[in-house]
C-alpha cells in the first residue's frame, strides 16, 4: 500500500466498538459511517482500515498489512488482511473489513498487534538470537514437533508444509517454524509451532475432529437381549432388541471411518453426512454400524486395561465378505471378512468380536496359530473375548453361550449356540486336532480363570499373555505365559489359581 493512501478524504468517520482486544484496541466495530464508498471493496476497505489506524495503533501508512483475499456471501464482499512483523506473517493477525452490495463498510473485525507490541517482540527477538545464535531448521525442528506430539502421532507422522511465521505467545510475537504434520497410524493432523531460536515447541494445535454419530446395533444380539432363543433368522425382530448408540470417533465425513475400525473394504458401503447410522436388520448398512460400534468399543475397553498398542489402528471390515455362513481375519490384508449365510454373521457381536479376537492375536503374535494347538488357543481366545465382554449383559443361562442369534440357523441345542465356554473336555483325551472343537478346551480354562479373578484383571492377564507365545505355541506355552504374565502384573498373587485350572484339565502337570 502506497503512503498516499493515507491522504483519501475519510470525512466524518465513526464507528461503534463492541468489543476490544487484549491489548485495549477496537476488536469487533459496527455501524460504520463516514468511509467514502466505491466500487471496488478492496479500495473501500483500506480507506476503513486507514481511518482507523490510529484507533487500532497500526502503523499509519498500513506498512505491515497485505491483502490476503475476499471473499464473496449473501452479505457482500469480506475483505481481509494479514499483519506482517519483520516480514513474517503474524499468527492470528488479520483485520478484516465487510463491505455490503453498495460498497459501504457495515462491521469490522480487527486481531492486529499495535506497533508498540511488535517494537517490543523485536527486541525480545534480537536478545533471544544473540543468546543463542542459529536458526532451527525445518528438519530440526520437526524432531522436536515429532517429541512434543509423542504416542499421538505414529512412524507415519510427516511434514505437510513449513512456513515461518511470527507467533503471539502471550500477546507478544515471536519467530517461529510453523509444522503442518500429517500422521496416518494412528490418523491425525496437527499444526505444530517450534520457536525458531530456541526450538522450544511453542503451540500444538489438533486440526482432526471426532464426530459422533448415532448407530442402531444388537447388544449383542436379540436371543440375549430379549432372552428368546426361539427367534429365529426369519423372525419378526421387534424393535426390543435393538439399541441406540453413539458411534464414536467418525471423521466426520459421513463415512463409518475412525480411529478404530473403517468399512472401506465394504462395497456400496453406507455415507451418511448427517451421521445417522440408524438402521434396522435386513439393510446393509445395519451391520456395517454393528461392526463399526462393537470393534470400536472392545478396542476403547482394551485399552482402557492399559494395552495401547494392540491393534490401535483402524481395522477393515467387508461386512459381505462372503456368501456362506463364516467369517475370517485375513492374516494378509489384516482386514475382517464377515459371512452373509443363514444370519449374517456381523448381526452377532459375538461373532463380530471372536474374529476380532483373530486380529489382536496376528497383532501381538505376527502368524500366531501354526500349530493346532496354537490355533485352537486363537479359537478359544475369540469365544472368551465375546463370552467375557458380554457376560453381565446376558441372562444366566446364556452367559457361557457364544453366538446364540448367529446359532439359531444351524444349531438344534437350547440354547442355541456356535460354541460354549463351559466344556468339559480334558486334554489330551479330547482333543479332534479340529481348531474351534479344540478351543473349547482353551476358552474353558480362560472362562473359569474369569470365574475366580473378576472380568478385569483375567482379561487383562490373558491378553498380555499372548505377548509371550511364538506363533507355534501349544497349550502348556500358553498356560505357563499366563502364570507368567500373572508374575510381572500381580507379583504372582493368582499363580495357584491359574495353575490349578490347567492342572485339572490335563494341560498342566501337577
Ligand atoms: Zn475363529
Redesign the pocket.
Known sequence: MSPAQKQFPIGNFRVKVEAYTEHGTPRRMSNVEGVEASRDPVKTAKRAVAALARKLRIAADLSDLKLEGTRESILGTHVTFQQLHDGLPVTGGWIRVDVDKAGNVFSILNDLIPVRVLKQASQEQAKRQAASPGKYTVKEAFAEARKALGRKAGPSLTVVSSEKVSLPVKGVPRQAIKLVLVSTKPRGEWKVYVDLVTGKVLAKVRLLKDATGKGRVFDPNPVVALDDSTLKDSSNVPDAAYREVDLQGLEGKGLLDGPFVTTRTTPGRVKKTNLDFRFRRGKKAFTEAMVYFHIDRVQRYIQDLGFTHVLNRPIAVNVVGQSDDN???SPVTKDLFFGTGGVNDSEDAEIIL??Y??AIQDAQVPGFGRSSECGAM??GF??YLAGSFFAEHKPARLRACVGTWDGVSYSHDDPPCLRRLDSKKKYPKDVTDE??DD?EIWSACLWEIRAALGARTADKLVIASHSLLSPAASFADGANALVTADAQLNAGKNKAVIRGVFVRRGILKK
Open positions: 467369517s475370517h481375519y471372536h474374529e479376537g483373530h486363537g479359537e475369540g469365544d481348531v474351534h478351543g
